[in-house]
């Protein structure tokens, strides 16, 4: 059967990892293809590398990094952060990732994921969405860009509607209300979507504990995104997933070990 | 080992190379029958990549005239891989005959098996992680750095399209992935020639632990 998946995540700013909380007060956590290569190695099922300093400086994902850890590590990888056109899609693809995650240019340009999903295949999509509690939306959520800065007009599910037919291949969903707070995911947003998108969901936002990520992925995310676990608690995706097996969650924990052995 | 690796502008084309790169082993591109004569018959291996449609695939080989070579190179009795499209054109047709069409795309004939739409009510494409139950001696044994840890190792896969069991000899099942409660043939195989519907290339330690093996089928066979 598929397998549930631990996505670590590396947002790079000036070639360096860091993490932060809220959107906000980032922190320095060092080179990311040593990271990546330990993340693979201790059995991440996939990368995602979001180049968070892309956008506004106006300029696609840095080439460099991405080729060096696909160089490194033979997960797939998903780059986000800058592509604001088909050019920096392939480019990326090019350069050794799988798939391309579009958030902020994706409610001003939304042809472009049709453009990428109709050469590279749905698969290769992923509509990333920066999500804030609402009551004025009739989902109870709104969608913001720009690293959550910007309130879009459009109304969560909304949005999710209209993106989805123009060839996205996962949603990943980012609950700016919980990020960083380590108090458990926003089930109930993960569930509203659940109902609505038969396209794989990977969660985003508030895990502090395995018992979260557990949450999380029986609720019906296919995928979580992990950074404070591992950055700043310092699990490995291993034991992450030892726990995660005690506690019937089905993911990938084969014994394979370092390249060395091989 | 000189390792040929087919170049017909497949999505996967660089990963595989990266991956073997990895592994010590730098790779000969063969782009174009040209490529191919230009080796003479040096290359003792050949992985042949593939994403995109079936159609598309045998599409570029024709244009690239890389039929013959590929053909030749698995009558020499040399070892072969094709991965994910590349594995499915091994066969003898596809389903996948691309934009609006219908019917059949006549595949290779290497191998005794046909492909088809998966059948199942889960979200098409297949798309992450799933396990591989290795049946038969040869593929038990020939991939022992594989099997060896893991009685049904996990590996990637992207897919819509899969050689169906009941569409494949059983002589050639080299392994089995259940989907949404469906079996299908996720490993194909007859002496030297072989097929992974999974992507070896970004397969984490288990693909490259696959490849390594694979470098070393020709020194018993």
Partial sequence: ?262 | MRLGIIEYGAGNYESVVRAVQSLGVEPVPVAGAEDWSAEEGNLTHLIFPGVGSAAQAMAALETRRLKEPILAHARAGKPLLGICVGMQVLGNSSEETGAGAHGFVGGLGLLNFSVERLRVKAPVPHMGWNSVSFSGKQAAASFSSVTAVEKNPHFYFVHSYAASIEQTDSEVVWGTTDYDGVAFVSFVGRENVMGAQFHVEKSGLAGLALLSDFFRWGESC
Wanted: net charge negative; hydrophobic share 40%.
């Fill in chain 1, 1 to 262: 059967m598929l397998k549930k998946r631990l996505v670590p995540c590396l947002d790079i700013r000036d070639g360096q990892v860091t993490k932060g909380v809220s959107f906000e007060g980032n922190r320095d956590l060092g080179d990311p293809v040593p990271l990546a290569k330990k993340y693979s190695d201790e059995g991440a099922d996939e990368i995602v590398v979001y180049d968070i300093t892309a956008s506004i400086e106006g300029r696609p994902p840095d080439a460099q990094t991405i080729s060096k850890i696909a160089s490194t590590v033979f997960i797939p990888i998903c780059v986000g952060g800058g592509i604001k056109s088909f050019a920096d899609a392939a480019a990326t693809i090019k350069n050794g990732a799988e798939k391309v995650s579009l958030n902020s240019i994706a409610p001003r340009k939304p042809e472009l994921l049709r453009e990428i999903s109709s050469h590279f295949g749905r698969q290769a999509v992923v509509l990333s969405m920066d999500v804030l509690r609402d009551t004025s939306c009739s989902s109870g959520y709104r969608v913001f860009v720009n690293g959550g800065r910007t309130a879009t007009e459009w109304d969560m599910l909304k949005w999710i509607h209209h993106a989805l037919p123009y060839g996205v291949g996962e949603v990943c969903l980012n609950s700016i209300d919980e990020d960083g707070r380590r108090a458990g995911y926003d089930l109930t947003l993960l569930r509203l979507v659940r109902q609505e998108v038969s396209v794989p969901i990977v969660i985003s936002g508030g895990a502090g504990s395995v018992e979260h990520l557990a949450e999380g992925l029986e609720a019906g995310a296919d995928a979580a995104l992990l950074a404070s676990l591992l950055h700043i608690d310092g699990l490995s995706c291993a034991d992450i997933k030892a726990d995660l097996l005690k506690k019937g969650v089905a993911v990938r924990a084969d014994s394979f070990t370092t390249r060395a052995e091989l």
